[in-house]
């Protein structure tokens, strides 16, 4: 199948299409690089010894995305592409909204016109805002406490009204939990611009010494530890999660969701000590306030996605870490 993959060059979408090219899939990458870099293509050719076309694209110019379905017959969608970054999103909420959502909207309006229905959404546990009990399962309640979780969550609502408007869509929408880790091979990894939004690139940042210590923020949580406990994901595992959602869009179901994460979830501290291991150096740490709109605890029930695409997460938090070393040690600058 010929897939059009939105946001390919970044964190999430190189390692997907690195995984699509091994299924023998064809992979058209539109991005715009405003948060990535084309080199990461340039390695996910490297790693599969395979090609792809890339379009240097804004999904806020209509036309370039119109462009793209004229040149190219595509099977599907995945939908990586948006800004990203909670604290951001709070600073400059218009700026999310409109990127986000417009660039969607002319994304799926061009898929209209060229009679391509089939996407799967690049979502976020952050649409189950502060859930009232753990593990969060797919039919929780939803909410956001952030403008950028607020898109993730708007952009769910217009899938689910598109699809009841026109039942010739298939849709899926995708709420990951947090993707941390890297390629094996230590070619493509997660290279934020400037300081990171996340908390495991900031700890690899801080064990090669381009940043001078790590903010825990809040130790007086009720978890085990007193610090925020996440269910980590290995971007790989995530990855795979694509692949195996890719041909359930084709026994046409409509609307599905899925949660992809472990099903387990880790502290702060316990990331660290994992990578304190996996790199074996000493990462320094202050405690500090907490952050407006974080929550204590999230992890997943990732079963229906194991019941209905044979999918799970295999990869440890070992794997997560020595592979995030094994990226930030060989590429210190990232990609640049």
């Not at 970054?85 to 969607?104: M, Q």
């Not at 090669?208 to 009720?222: A, E, T």
Request: with cysteine; proline share 5%.
């Amino acid at each position: 199948m010929k897939i059009l993959v939105t946001g390919g060059a970044g964190y999430i979408g190189s390692h997907t299409c690195v995984e699509l090219l091994n299924e023998n899939h064809e992979v058209v990458v539109l991005d715009n690089l405003s948060n990535s870099s084309e080199e990461s293509l340039t390695r996910v050719k490297k790693i599969t010894g395979k090609s792809l076309e890339f379009y240097k694209a804004d999904l806020l110019n209509k036309k370039q995305v119109d462009a793209v379905f004229l040149e190219h017959k595509i099977d599907a969608v995945i939908h990586f592409a948006g800004l990203k970054a909670v604290g951001e999103s709070v600073s400059i909420p218009l700026k999310y909204f409109h990127n986000n959502i417009t660039g969607t909207l002319n994304l799926l309006c061009a898929m209209n016109e060229a009679n391509v229905k089939n996407i799967i959404f690049s979502s976020s546990a952050t649409v189950y805002g502060d859930p009232l009990s753990l593990p969060i399962k797919e039919d929780f309640p939803l909410s956001a406490t952030n403008p950028y979780g607020r898109t993730k969550l708007m952009i769910e609502e217009i899938l689910q009204d598109l699809y009841r408007s026109d039942k010739n869509w298939n849709i899926a929408l995708l709420r990951y939990f947090n993707p941390v880790g890297a390629h094996k091979s230590g070619e493509i990894g997660e290279d934020p611009f400037g300081i990171p939004n996340n908390l495991v690139p900031y700890i690899s940042k801080v064990a090669v010494g381009f940043l001078p210590r790590l903010n825990v923020f809040g130790n007086d949580y009720n978890t085990p530890d007193g610090t925020g406990v996440r269910d980590f994901i290995h971007v790989v595992d995530l990855a795979l999660g694509h692949i195996r959602t890719l041909p359930k869009l084709f026994t046409n179901p409509g609307i599905v969701i899925y949660n992809l994460g472990t099903g387990t979830g880790f502290s702060v501290l316990e990331m660290i000590k994992g990578f304190e291991t996996a790199s074996g150096k000493k990462i320094p740490y202050k405690i500090a306030d907490r952050r407006p709109g974080d929550i204590a605890a999230c992890w997943a029930d990732p079963a229906k996605a194991k019941d209905e695409l044979g999918w799970e997460a295999k990869k440890t938090l070992d794997d997560m870490c020595k592979d995030t070393w094994n990226w930030q040690n060989k590429n210190p600058n990232g990609y640049r």
